[in-house]
């Protein structure tokens, strides 16, 4: 499971916080601004607990047991508005900080989900392939999410830490050096506390990562699975198993947890180590050492090296506890850039489809209106352009693929189709039809032979040129959030509502959709989940219908649908075929029979051609299919 | 909330431990500033002297040490306790779905199922291992921290009065305005995560139209509203830290002024002022603690909603009524006056009124459209579904008579949607009868016509398949879920749609089969094609929920417009 990889150490840490922080970069300026606002909000934290020793001695101590009168109060009233001013600014630093940084860590949020989701709509198919949907959608949702939390908090934290640790300890250093000293041996204690806990934190929590993978995983089979379960009672069994593996995630969760949160009460009473320890041995300093040596202090010194102490420790805790969190989100922005550094679909095509008008001569040029006419635009090394007209024509001629090297799927594929002709393929599953469709529009590039379709090679036809000519219909039929219009309308955005009912009517679908509660404006909602099987393959066709190009490749479904249904299907797809050139992945015998050829694929290979007659007259492996004798699957 | 309890078993010590060790912790945490304050006050400025200093402050370390004790402890409790809970939340809810039957989970949807049981069980436990933690030390920190300030001068302690409520006020408020915007932010966040899975799954359609540009254009929009909203959301949120830093500033200002005053007086020690200083912070970050608290439980209400409705669930059926020694006699089924229907309040009947009498060893034999209710119908002799009204029996006694598991062992179902698991072929196949020998697999698989692409698999019957038994085909997995089912040795076999991948002619191998090991066994076969149910010793034409007609395929046969209507239609595409 991809969420198991949540804890998992990036292995390039570096570059990839020199990337995040070029992201981040992009606001320069306000960033500049939030670390200005940091130090501002830290610094005069650091200088409000420095009146804890003026006002005790400068002020409160010489004064102690004199009537109060408004003379003797006047430097306390003052320096308590200094006071005050300090912390107004440190407060207006504080919120300037978080509400920059908010709309830094958005936008820098925002660029990277756009990037990620525009870079990932131009990959190649062949990503898709060994990339599941869980993955990638862990991608937006675990990584993003992980790297929320380290852009917005871990960043600022980071360096508030930095400056506050700092501005302390000179603050400390200044007071007392002999105490600073030993607060340092304190913090030399507490980091040993840290590495210990961060290290076993980390490995603990990968551990526990593993098994809620697992605990996910069975989870989510056994209750998908949950009829199969009830019809064998397997329930004891399945309980038995579950059991075992929660134990064991509950076991690995508790470690996990305890090294996490075992570090917070731990650095805190450290803290209070120091506080008690500093309190009596600057209380020893007060009464052993004279006034005049460089060691001796005041009670007023003491009183705001104590509220240091505590400062001092508070960044350190914040900042250990940030680890695992930080080491999450580099891990995730590392599986990120993974996908945004990912080859994108090569397009060295320069062929265009252009609307053209042909002269009463023949000859054909390029218009600018809408002429129902259409050629390829063919430029030339040498400057020229010729045009072609657009017919539908397209040949394989000694097509050889593999999706890996190692395996070939297509053997020495040669075939051909005439502008109108409809040509079917049929064979059992893995004997590579729906490859030969995928080649036809380029989601993978052959390895050897070449494909052209109206006499030019399709590697010189634009990708989008190539694809806009050609129309599929897919065997398992997927819609989008939206109505049913809009989906129709998916097949040329710019369609008109004319248009798209005709389209509808074409493929038989009108007259389900006029009895929707909304008609073309009903909602399809999850994948189209509230229509029938029927109902969405009929929508695609209508998509289909309405792109109206001369190729149409049709992957027909295999899926049990009513009799009735199944006749809707069979008569759109029939109207949609007429007058195209039809590539067709069939099931259906009528389909078949109609067929101008017929390919049967076995193993990549082309063992039988023809038309229905011949095939059947041959007595092979396409009579035995045709039959009933072997799986037509 | 007695649902919530008793999944606390066995982590009830731990669960109560670590509160009372953080009250400990708590209680020296307090105290030190307070000690440490004597210790200037008599140590330094009076004259105990340097052994009083000493004494103290050892003891003050002393406290200090116990305290990391205690809440070193208290951590790994609140651990142990917090991921026990979770772990027995998460069986309890997966025992119960263990115990659904086919309405529950038709209730719930599986994809429900599934987030209760990992997103929304995940949050509750963060949200009851927080809990132990926090809900105990906030409140007892603030009321501890107030004692003491209080103890310090009573007049100066009245500013918590004020600033207590005072900061509850601004959190509050400022949670009330920004829950609803978290909320529609939540939306935001699904909608643009469903829009990308949608592209996922889209991804072919959106290539073959080029359509790439158009998706861009979409998902910007829905980015952008998403960043919108966590701006609009979060920019309140930022909020509580400033809040908190001011009243804490303004407290500590106020007890400097009178504090300031009542040392001058002489009615209080420099030193208490110092410790008092010290309360403040300590009160009001429990404050904001507890109001972060509430926040919580509003978070983790809904998930722990969600869970406690699978946990409350009650199973439609289960064995009350059942006498456990009672077996299956024969594979006799009876339906009499059988109506059903799936919601309780629904208007109209699925199944209406069904009479039926199937003597055991005959083959049976069912068709009709998508929507004529034949799932729904064979559904109800194992009882994954009970009838709504008559009575459906098995070997001559009502099926709730027999217990599910002594029912559901004669009656083997192989279901329209099938599953196979993770794990190799055999594994699988044994869940049909986990002491089956090698021979009796082998036999199942045979019948089944599985045998042979089994033994041309790389690991034969050792094969791994992946989750939902993916690298086999659809035809192929319908054999091993027959196999499967063969296995049970059942007195009576169900194949709901379960050839419709199988080419006709090893269907009818799978049907010889039958006649030849199981003649004795009642076999319905559920089909959409003709020649499944043709050789059947009667077919039943189910329309509508009602039966239209039942015969031979040659009564059949030009008798029922239905059943000559699919056979015609069917003939069409084979012969010519």
Redesign the interface.
């Known amino acids: 499971m991809a969420k198991g990889n949540k804890y998992q150490k990036p292995k390039n840490t570096k570059a990839t916080f020199l990337r995040l922080l070029a992201y981040l970069g992009k606001s320069k300026f306000l960033l500049l601004l939030v670390f200005a606002m940091v130090a501002v909000s830290s610094v005069s934290v650091i200088i ?1 607990t420095s009146y ?1 020793k003026t ?2 001695d400068d ?3 010489p ?4 009537k ?1 009168t408004k003379e ?2 006047r430097p ?2 003052l320096t ?1 508005i200094k ?2 001013a300090i ?1 107004g600014i ?2 207006l630093g ?2 300037a900080y ?2 920059i940084m ?2 830094v860590s ?2 820098t ?2 660029t990277i ?2 990037d990620l ?2 870079h ?3 990959l190649p ?1 062949r990503f ?1 392939d060994t990339h599941t ?1 869980g993955e ?2 862990s991608r ?2 675990n990584d993003v999410d992980t790297l929320r939390e380290c852009i ?1 908090n871990s960043f600022v934290q980071l360096v508030s830490s930095v400056i506050s640790v700092a501005g302390t300890f000179i603050m400390m250093v200044s007071l007392s050096p002999a105490l600073t000293g030993f607060v340092m041996i304190m913090l030399a204690v507490s980091f040993v506390a840290v590495g210990f806990l961060g290290k076993r934190s980390a490995k603990n929590f990968r551990e526990q990562q593993k098994c809620v993978g697992k ?3 069975y ?17 004891g069994i ?2 038995n198993d ?2 075992t593996i ?2 064991n ?2 076991r690995a ?3 996990a ?2 090294y996490a ?2 570090l ?3 650095m ?3 803290s ?2 120091s ?3 500093v ?3 600057g ?2 300093l ?3 050492i004279p006034e005049t040596s460089f060691f001796a202090i005041t ?1 007023g010194t ?2 705001a090296f ?2 240091y102490t505590k400062q001092f420790f508070q960044p350190i805790t914040q900042i250990s506890q940030q680890f695992n969190s930080i080491i999450a989100a580099l891990a995730g922005a590392e599986r990120i850039f993974e996908i945004i550094d990912a080859p994108v679909e090569e397009d060295e095509g320069y062929v265009t489809l252009v609307n053209a008008k042909i002269n009463a001569d023949g000859e054909i040029g390029e218009s600018s209106e809408r002429t129902g006419v259409w050629a390829w635009k063919h430029p030339h090394r040498d400057g020229t352009t010729t045009y072609t007209e657009w017919r539908g024509e397209v040949r394989f001629e000694n097509v050889t693929f593999g999706y890996t090297e190692k395996k070939t799927i297509l053997k020495n594929i040669t075939l051909y189709a005439n502008p109108g002709q409809k040509i079917a393929f049929v064979g ?3 004997a590579g039809k729906t490859t030969i469709t995928n080649l036809i ?1 380029r ?1 993978y590039d052959i390895s050897e032979g070449k494909i052209t379709y109206d006499g030019i090679n399709i590697k010189k036809i634009k ?2 040129e190539l ?2 000519s ?3 219909v ?1 065997q398992d039929t ?1 819609l ?2 939206g109505t049913v219009r809009d989906n129709i309308a ?2 040329r ?1 710019d369609a008109t509502d004319e248009e798209i009912i005709a389209a509808a009517k074409l493929a038989n679908a009108d007259s389900f959709i006029t009895r929707l509660p909304d008609g073309y404006d009903t909602v399809i909602t ?2 189209g989940s509230n229509l ?1 099987q029927g109902q969405r393959q009929l929508l695609s066709i209508a ?1 289909a219908a309405v ?1 109206d190009p001369p190729v149409l ?1 049709l992957d027909e479904a ?1 899926s ?6 199944e ?1 809707l299907i069979e008569l759109g797809m029939d109207k949609l075929m007429e007058g195209r050139t039809v590539f067709v992945i069939a099931h ?3 389909t078949v ?1 109609n067929s101008n050829a017929i390919m049967v694929l076995e193993r990549g290979e082309i063992i039988e051609r023809g038309d229905h007659d011949d095939l059947i007259a041959q007595k092979g492996k396409y009579y035995q299919l ?1 039959t ?6 | 909330m007695k649902t919530f309890f008793r999944q606390t078993k066995g982590y009830r010590l731990v669960s109560l431990l670590s509160p009372l060790l953080i009250l400990v912790e708590v209680i020296l945490e307090v105290r030190i500033p307070f000690v440490m304050s004597d210790l200037v006050t008599y140590g330094v400025q009076g004259n105990a002297g340097f052994d009083y200093v000493l004494r103290e402050g050892l003891k003050m370390i002393l406290m200090a040490f116990v305290s990391l004790v205690a809440g070193a402890l208290a951590a790994r409790f609140a651990a142990v306790a917090g991921m026990g809970f979770g772990s027995n939340l998460r069986s309890a809810v997966f025992e119960k779905i263990q115990n659904f039957s086919f309405a529950n989970i038709d209730r719930f949807s599986t994809p429900s199922l599934i987030t209760r049981m990992t997103t929304d069980v995940n949050t509750i436990q963060m949200a009851y291992t927080m809990a132990v933690r926090v809900v105990v030390r906030s409140p007892f920190m603030f009321a501890m921290a107030f004692y003491y300030a209080h103890k310090i001068n009573a007049d100066l302690a009245n500013i918590f009065i004020f600033a207590a409520p005072a900061l509850l006020l601004l959190l509050g408020g400022m949670a009330l305005i920004a829950l609803p915007r978290f909320k529609k932010l939540m939306k935001k966040y699904d909608g643009l995560n469903s829009s990308i899975q949608e592209t996922l799954i889209n991804i072919r359609v959106i290539k073959a139209f080029v359509r790439a540009r158009h998706e861009k254009d979409k998902f910007q929009l829905s980015n952008d509203e998403l960043r919108d909203a966590s701006i609009s959301a979060e920019k309140l949120l930022i909020l509580a830290n400033p809040f908190m830093q001011l009243t804490i500033y303004v407290c500590i200002v106020l007890v400097f002024w009178f504090g300031g005053k009542l040392v001058i007086g002489g009615t209080m020690e420099i030193a208490k002022l110092t410790a008092f200083i010290n309360y403040i912070t300590q009160i009001l970050m429990s404050l904001m603690m507890i109001s972060m608290i509430f926040v919580m439980a509003i978070m983790s209400r809904a998930s722990l909603t969600r869970v406690i409705e699978v946990i409350n669930e009650k199973p439609e059926i289960d064995d009350s009524g059942a006498d456990p020694s009672l077996k299956v006699a024969d594979g006799s089924i009876d339906m009499e006056n059988v109506c059903f229907k799936y919601q309780k309040n629904g208007q109209k009947n699925v199944i209406d009124n069904i009479n039926l009498h199937i003597k055991s060893g005959e083959t049976i034999g069912i068709i009709g459209a998508t929507g004529s209710a034949k799932t729904t119908l064979v559904s109800m002799i194992p009882r994954l579904y009970d009838a709504t009204e008559g009575v459906v029996k098995v070997g001559g006694r009502p099926v709730s008579d027999y217990t599910l598991q002594n029912l559901r062992n004669e009656v083997a179902m192989v279901l329209q949607v099938n599953l196979l698991f993770t794990g190799t072929i055999e594994d699988n196949l044994r869940w049909g009868n986990e002491n089956a020998t090698q021979d009796e697999i082998e036999n199942a698989c045979r019948i089944a016509q599985a045998h042979d692409f089994i033994l041309s698999l790389p690991d034969g019957y050792k094969t791994e398949l992946g989750q939902g038994g993916v690298n086999v085909s659809g035809g192929q997995k319908q054999r091993l879920c027959i196999a499967r089912a063969l296995l049970k040795s059942p007195k009576i076999l169900i194949l709901d749609d379960s050839t419709s991948a199988v080419d006709t002619a090893t269907d009818a191998k799978i049907r010889e089969g039958f006649k030849e090991n199981h003649g004795d066994v009642t076999t319905l076969i559920v089909a959409q094609r003709i020649s499944s149910v043709e050789h059947a010793d009667r077919i039943i034409v189910l329309d509508d929920g009602k039966i239209d007609a039942i015969g031979s395929h040659e009564e059949l046969l030009g008798t029922n417009k239905i059943y000559t209507e699919v056979y015609t239609s069917q003939q069409e595409g084979s012969e010519k």
Do not use: W
């Open positions: 409000g804890i006002i005790t002020i409160l101590l004064i102690i047991g004199q109060i003797l109060m306390l009233l308590l006071l005050v912390y440190g407060l504080s919120y978080s509400r908010l709309q958005q936008n949020l925002h989900r756009r989701f525009n990932m709509q131009d198919i898709f949907h990638l959608m937006y949702t917005s605990v996910n995983g989870i989510e089979e056994f209750i998908e699975g949950q009829k199969v379960v009830k019809v064998f009672c397997h329930e399945a309980t579950f059991n929660n134990q995630l509950r969760s508790t470690n947890h305890t949160s075992i917070m009460p731990i805190g009473n450290i209070y180590i506080y008690a320890a309190a009596m041995f209380s020893m007060i009464i052993a009670v003491l009183f104590l509220s059992s599953t893995g529009n989601f990708k989008s694809r806009r050609m129309a599929m897919l997927h989008f959030t998916y097949g955005l999850g994948d029938s998509r792109a490749i295999t049990s649908i009513d009799t009735r249904t006749h259906r015998l009528s029979r045709y009933g004798q072997f799986e037509l699957d």
